[in-house]
């Protein structure tokens, strides 16, 4: 922002400062807006990444739950044989959606190659049950990360845009707003300036044209 040597103290600076100042505070007011918006949506997905921390605990109590009642059944090495040929999962897809604004990774894929289903009716129930508790697991743990990731960049964004908020309305306006004071006094004095010589010269004037009756007189 210049300083006030640096303000051209005329009409047309002082007609783009207060435009300068009425764009700033419609973009200031936008800023709020959306800072409130962003806090919004920061504690709904906040309030469903909990909940989905609650089914996830729920959920490896019962994985690990089901591998120990496998592993009495049906013994730990028949459970790690078992294991070893469960199809691959296919490769984890990131791709990026658009939150309030706010980019955020999706994370796509991490499924199985080939449907489980036919090969959970090949294995021993218990093995089987021990499976499906962990493909959920696996299901929520994206889901939950998912959450995790979009609060943090929430976080920034609100963040970030206080901090513009802030300077706009702490720093920006009241500068301008300073200007506008500056160039409405230069203005305001230099009309004055303007007045007083306008009353000189006229008094000069009419100074000269009596002088000028006095001396045609005297001839």
Known sequence: MPSNADIRPTRLEYLRTKKRIKIAKKGLKLLKLKRQALILEFFSISKASSRLRGELNAELI?????????????????????AMKIPQLKKLLITPKNVMGVKIPRL????????????LLEIPVSISEAMKAFQEVHKIVLD?????TTLRKLLYEIDKTKRK?????????????????FITFRLE???????????????????????????????
């Open 108 to 119: 796509e894929g991490g499924r199985r190659e080939e449907s489980l289903t036919d090969y």
């Open 62 to 82: 019962k994985g690990y739950q089901s591998i120990r009642m496998a592993e009495m059944i049906d013994g730990e090495m028949r459970l790690e044989n078992e």
């Open 165 to 181: 908020a802030n300077a706009i309305e702490n720093v920006f306006i009241p500068r301008l707003e300073s200007a506008v004071k």
């Open 144 to 148: 939950v990360a998912e959450k995790e």
């Open 189 to 219: 004095e230099m009309e004055r300036d303007t007045f007083a010589m306008l009353k000189t010269v006229k008094r000069k004037m009419e100074e000269r044209e009596k002088n000028v009756e006095v001396e045609v007189i005297a001839n």
